[in-house]
């Protein structure tokens, strides 16, 4: 497990914040300048307060750093500018080209499973290999809004069926952990907090077997109607996204592991 900190909520100085992104980046303040067309002084000054950035130098260092969107919002907040960039809920006409896109790309992926989650795991979308997976679980944690890490390590959710219980919850609360170290988000905090609380099912602490199939990365083995499927996870985001929800969206999708999770999946075609 990670041991990363956040960047602390008390840290409201744009120059403060720039020196924390830079640490954190392991970059020095005449590398940064170098990369952004400025000078180690004027980064210097900035740092300490005794200089505040225009904003585009604002954006500029922020970009050089790899701050994420909603972080670069706060910045310039910081510095004493307005945000740049939206934060357009999912619903809002102007994202229907998105959702469509969307909803196409799960679509193509089937039978195989893919959804869309946001920055806090809340599922956007999901296609007919993921609605297979969610057969028999809980029905109170199918309730809107679904919340994809609730669902998997939930005890009355995927847990009990997942082969390498512990080694996928390590992963996944991993994950998490990384973006906490990044993101000031309370919400996420708060179900990092919660997730992590669960208690293991029963034969959560097994490792799974392999057998004749050794994995190139570490797969989610899970259990489904009496057949043992393998599932490697990728994640996909999209490029310089010029809103915050776009920013932290993310496209999962599970790729089988073995022959025979090809095989099961292509059988439960219609």
Aim: glycine content about 6%; aromatic content about 6%; hydrophobic content about 40%.
């Amino acid at each position: 497990m990670t041991t990363a900190v956040a960047l602390a909520p008390e840290t409201t100085g744009v120059g403060a914040l720039l020196r924390t992104w830079r640490d954190r980046r392991k970059i020095s303040q005449l590398e940064l300048a170098l990369r952004a067309d400025s000078s180690a002084r004027h980064i210097s000054f900035i740092e300490t307060g005794r200089s505040r950035p225009s904003q585009e130098m604002v954006l500029r260092l922020a970009e050089h750093l790899d701050v994420p969107v909603r972080e670069r919002n706060a910045l310039l907040i910081a510095a004493g500018y307005a945000p740049a960039f939206p934060e357009t809920p999912m619903d809002d006409p102007s994202m229907a080209a998105l959702r469509s896109g969307m909803e196409r790309l799960l679509t193509g992926y089937e039978p195989f499973p893919a959804l869309v989650v946001d920055g806090t795991y809340h599922v956007q979308a999901a296609n007919r290999g993921i609605t297979m997976l969610l057969e028999g679980i809980d029905p109170a944690l199918l309730r809107p809004p679904l919340n994809a890490m609730r669902i998997t390590l939930h005890p009355d959710g995927l847990a009990p069926r997942i082969r390498n219980f512990l080694e996928w919850r390590g992963h996944l609360l991993a994950q998490m952990e990384r973006q906490l170290a990044v993101l000031r988000s309370a919400p996420l905090r708060e179900l990092y907090e919660e997730v992590r609380g669960y208690p293991l099912p029963e034969g959560g602490r097994e490792v799974a077997s392999f057998g004749d199939h050794p994995p190139f990365a570490l797969p989610m083995v899970i259990e489904h109607d009496g057949h043992v499927l393998s599932f490697i996870s990728t994640i996909a985001t999209f490029n310089t996204p010029m809103d915050v929800t776009v920013s932290e969206l993310a496209v999962e999708t599970f790729l089988p592991a073995d022959p025979e999770t090809v095989t099961y999946l292509r059988k439960q075609e219609p």
